[in-house]
């Protein structure tokens, strides 16, 4: 379910606590009015969060294909044998 927004008459969904858009309140389903600023400050962290982890799992990600042996390998103590 939808609910306009008073302020920016954007859409908001009924499940938010605050609009997206402006970050004004609505009564959403928790029903008490929570303070725009801490909305987004929670917001942050979540996205900093997220960052970090993305970080992290491109470094564990780069280690593991690190430690297995590359695809095709030069092998210099095998003599070629028909050259030219
Ligand atoms: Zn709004």
Do not use: H, Y
Request: aromatic share 2%; glycine share 10%.
């Amino acid at each position: 379910m939808l609910l306009t927004c008073p302020d920016c008459t954007g859409r908001v969904s009924s499940l938010a606590t605050a609009c997206p858009a402006c970050g004004r309140p609505v009564g959403g389903a928790g029903g008490s009015p929570v303070q725009p600023q801490a909305t987004r400050r929670v917001n942050a962290f979540r996205v900093a969060l997220a960052i970090v982890s993305v970080v992290v799992g491109i470094i564990l990600v780069r280690r593991v294909i690190r430690s297995k042996p590359p695809p095709f390998r030069t092998t210099p103590d095998r003599p070629l044998q028909k050259l030219g």
